[in-house]
T-cell receptor
Framework: DAGVIQSPRHEVTEMGQEVTLRCKPI?????LFWYRQTMMRGLELLIYFNNNVPIDDSGMPEDRFSAKMPNASFSTLKIQPSEPRDSAVYFCASRTTQGRLETQYFGPGTRLLVL | AQSVTQLDSQVPVFEEAPVELRCNYSSSVSVYLFWYVQYPNQGLQLLLKYLSGSTLVKGINGFEAEFNKSQTSFHLRKPSVHISDTAEYFC?????????????FGKGTKLTVNP
């Protein structure tokens, strides 16, 4: 299996621009998680989906952030408009809910720099 | 709600020395506990997890951790480290009660193994 796939791996943009991060979970996994990692705040859960339905978005910092999961094999995290404080590494993770708290598998991350 | 404290932000050790990375958690309910490792420019990878049963958990790459409920700790140990163990290590907690799938991560401990 190819693992969790994220694109792009690196993104540099200017303040005010729209940014779209993409994630393809592992085939057969029905839960998907978006995390943000910064030096100051560590690793934070932004939102997670079960069976393509958003379950908890309490970690989404503000209305500039939105996430969608139109089908079981694709999710996006959008920032519009972007700000310098959004600079971070964004991780996507997926897992199956078939077992007892199955392991989350992480993608390689998208390193975002907003100038 | 749960929280995790990793007491050491950086731990330098020499090759073949033993290492202990400390993790304490706070929770009003019973928990599941995890250790993840992050190599440079990569996503997180599960080292080991405690769900129930034996309090001593063995993971990959020779690591083990011991769950101590009275001290609310889950310290990670390895008797002899290698240069390749240089990475950042994250402790995480999740409620064991049904319906809660969120992982709460500590801030991480950077382990540097020197020759």
């Amino acid at each position: 299996d190819a693992g969790v796939i994220q694109s792009p791996r690196h993104e540099v943009t200017e303040m005010g621009q729209e940014v779209t991060l993409r994630c393809k979970p592992i085939s057969g996994h029905n839960s998907l998680f978006w995390y943000r990692q910064t030096m100051m705040r560590g690793l934070e859960l932004l939102i997670y989906f079960n069976n393509n339905v958003p379950i908890d978005d309490s970690g989404m910092p503000e209305d500039r952030f939105s996430a969608k999961m139109p089908n079981a094999s694709f999710s996006t995290l959008k920032i519009q408009p972007s700000e310098p404080r959004d600079s971070a590494v964004y991780f996507c993770a997926s897992r199956t809910t078939q077992g007892r708290l199955e392991t989350q598998y992480f993608g390689p991350g998208t390193r975002l720099l907003v100038l | 709600a749960q929280s995790v404290t990793q007491l050491d932000s950086q731990v330098p050790v020499f090759e073949e020395a033993p290492v202990e990375l400390r993790c304490n958690y706070s929770s009003s309910v019973s928990v599941y506990l995890f250790w993840y490792v992050q190599y440079p420019n990569q996503g997180l990878q599960l080292l080991l997890k405690y769900l129930s049963g034996s309090t001593l958990v063995k993971g990959i790459n020779g690591f083990e951790a011991e769950f101590n409920k009275s001290q609310t700790s889950f310290h990670l140990r390895k008797p002899s480290v290698h240069i390749s163990d240089t990475a950042e290590y994250f402790c995480a907690v999740s409620s064991s009660q049904g319906g809660s799938e969120k992982l709460v991560f500590g801030k991480g401990t950077k382990l540097t193994v020197n020759p």
